[in-house]
């Protein structure tokens, strides 16, 4: 009788609750819902994208892999507000984003591989990193919601900048 109730609540759940939710009006849609399309949308590319050296696909590898944890972890923290568990990811990946511009045209020097658009995507996510930290540590849902969606937006557009597409 138990797992009954349960099915009819789950399809009370899948079918008529989402319906509610479409016949809200657009003015009750939250702030954040333009940075989130914008967030998930392609960007605009007119040129194909500038693949990275081997040398430089070798730097990011594991990096990345660190990035995708981080920012799969911060999403759950988002989802409940757990600001503090919000901050601390953003501090994370704010402190994680620190490659140095090369000093020289010196080939020796490992980051001379990346490109200065690379960096500047990097300067865009940290500075974005730090403002969802500041806004958890405030206690402020929407600028945690606003922040999250530059940053991952910063992410897309460094994807879209660098990695070939599929």
């Not at 990345?64 to 757990?82: T, Y």
Request: hydrophobic share 40%; glycine share 6%; charged share 25%.
């Amino acid at each position: 009788m138990g797992g009954t109730a349960f099915v009819g609540l789950s399809i009370f759940a899948v079918f008529l609750l989402p319906a509610s939710c479409a016949g809200q009006e657009a003015a009750h849609q939250p702030p954040q819902q333009a940075q989130l399309a914008q967030a998930i949308s392609t960007p605009e590319r007119h040129d194909p994208p500038e693949p990275l050296s081997p040398a430089a696909r070798t730097i990011l590898r594991e990096r990345m892999a660190f990035h995708a944890r981080d920012m799969g972890e911060l999403v759950s923290a988002i989802m409940l507000l757990k600001y503090s568990e919000i901050a601390q990811r953003a501090d994370a990946i704010a402190a994680d984003v620190n490659l140095a511009r090369p000093l020289t045209g010196d080939a020796t020097e490992l980051n001379s591989s990346l490109p200065e658009k690379f960096f500047v995507r990097q300067d865009d996510l940290r500075a974005a990193a730090r403002l969802l930290g500041d806004a958890a540590r405030n206690l402020e849902p929407d600028r945690v919601a606003n922040a999250y969606g530059r940053l991952s937006e910063g992410c897309v557009r460094c994807h879209a900048d660098h990695r070939p597409r599929n």
